[in-house]
Each structure stands twice: as structure tokens, then as C-alpha cells.
């Protein structure tokens, strides 16, 4: 019998190695996690920003058929080719448009119930769209 007889050979993993293992693990969770959630939240945000894409287009139609100018004006939900108001329809609660034909829309269900809002300035005949709301901030939009 030699030396080697009483030599003992293990395999697997320390239990230091395995708490390192689970420590990076975690270090990753806390990271992905809100990350994930914030993600989640500007996709189904996004359904409440498309709502409003036929509501420009008919804002600014209506401002062409008006003649162009220096202001919007009558292009409210439900006249010279703007829709009505939209109720609540999936993620979106609401949509609506004012007589300077500033649309307002607001999230509901699965998205942030924050505003999203499109304000016209007219230059040169053409409208230029500012965006403003709760969701610029906690930035959905």
C-alpha cells in the first residue's frame, strides 16, 4: 500500500462558490427586475400614444381646411372631421380634443394612468406638435 491509498479525491462545489453563485445572482434580480417592470410599463403605454394618431391626422386636416393661420381653431372632438371623444378600450382610458384642437389621452389598466399630451403650434402653415403630460416625466412617452 502506498501513500496514495489514503488520498481522497472530492468533487463539487465549496459552499463559498455556491454563495458567490447565489450573492451575483441576486446582485442581478434587484437590477433586471425594475428594469423589466419600467420596460413593461412603456409598452403598454404605447397603445395609449397610438390612440391619438388619428386624432392629429383629423387636427390637421382640419387646420388645412380652416386655411392654415396663425391659430387652430374649431377642431374639437366631433366637428370638421375630427372624431368624437373615445372612451375608455383597452389600455387606454380616454381621448379627447379641445377647441385649439390640443388631444389629450390617458392610460388605464395595464398602463400608468398618466396623461399623454399634443399641443399644435402653428409655423408656416404647418402644425408642429409639443409633447407634455405626466408621462413625459416618469418617461412612458
Not at 12 to 33: D, P, Q, S, Y
Not at 35 to 57: D, R
Not at 60 to 79: D, F, K, L, R
Amino acid at each position: 500500500m502506498g501513500i496514495n491509498h489514503f488520498v481522497r479525491r472530492y468533487s463539487g462545489f465549496t459552499i463559498i462558490e455556491l454563495l458567490i453563485v447565489i450573492a451575483i445572482i441576486g446582485i442581478l434580480a434587484i437590477i433586471a427586475v425594475p428594469t423589466y417592470l419600467n420596460y413593461t410599463k412603456k409598452a403598454y403605454f404605447s397603445e395609449v400614444v397610438q390612440a391619438t394618431g388619428p386624432y392629429k391626422l383629423a387636427v390637421e386636416a382640419c387646420y388645412q381646411a380652416q386655411g392654415g393661420g396663425s391659430s387652430v381653431s374649431g377642431c374639437a372632438n366631433g366637428s370638421n372631421g375630427v372624431p368624437a371623444a373615445a372612451g375608455a378600450a383597452g389600455n387606454v382610458a380616454s381621448v379627447a380634443t379641445t377647441t385649439a384642437g390640443v388631444i389629450t389621452a390617458t392610460g388605464q389598466n395595464k398602463a400608468p394612468a398618466d396623461t399623454y399630451i399634443l399641443t399644435p403650434t402653428p409655423t408656416n402653415n404647418v402644425l408642429v406638435w409639443a409633447t407634455s403630460g405626466t408621462c413625459v416625466a416618469d418617461g412612458y412617452c
